[in-house]
């Protein structure tokens, strides 16, 4: 089980409690900055955080396999691992933490344990693909160049790092 905390960005008003999303329903999350997750082990009865503090906006979280319902049960494959994006510092300096500032790419396994950033300093996520259960690209912008990166899931380390030239006319 995953929760977010979260809090209004129009009061500044931050909510700490992993369960405030009973409270506002699905529909709340818009409008809302997420500050960190909380994950429950139902198994071990135990709580995780995300991260240490709640001093960073989480902009995204994906979770891989992408856990979709398939027409066969023995074909399922649940959320293994997420990857998140996180604005940790106001790089543009307009007040917020926002997909404007300069990004970190995080992972860690479903259940939140060692969480690892493994990129960071991005201008713009472009995509990901997970290319097996234990390899995942990212591709995203950064310096002025396109790059994908190859990361190693098990061992939340970066494989390696290509630039993708495509030509003067692609940005």
């Not at 506002?24 to 995780?48: D, H, K, L, M, P």
């Not at 007040?95 to 060692?114: A, C, E, P």
């Amino acid at each position: 089980m995953i929760a977010d905390i979260s809090g209004n960005p129009h009061t500044n008003e931050r909510d700490f409690s992993p369960f405030s999303w009973i409270e506002r329903g699905y529909s709340g999350y818009s409008g809302y900055e997420i500050y960190n997750y909380v994950f429950f082990s139902g198994a071990a009865e135990t709580f995780t955080r995300l991260l240490p503090t709640n001093d960073y906006v989480v902009l995204q979280i994906i979770g891989f396999p992408s856990g979709t319902p398939t027409e066969k049960p023995e074909d399922f494959k649940p959320v293994m691992w997420w990857l998140y994006l996180l604005a940790k510092a106001d790089t543009d300096q307009n007040g917020y933490l926002n997909y404007q500032d300069k990004l970190t790419i995080g992972v860690t396994d479903v259940g939140g344990n060692r969480p690892t950033e493994v990129i960071s300093d991005i201008d713009n996520m472009l995509g990901q693909f997970l290319k097996d259960e234990n390899t995942l690209f990212v591709f995203y912008h950064a310096g002025d160049k396109n790059h994908a990166a190859k990361i190693d899931l098990p061992g939340r380390q970066i494989v390696n790092t290509v630039e993708m030239d495509l030509g003067e006319d692609v940005k």
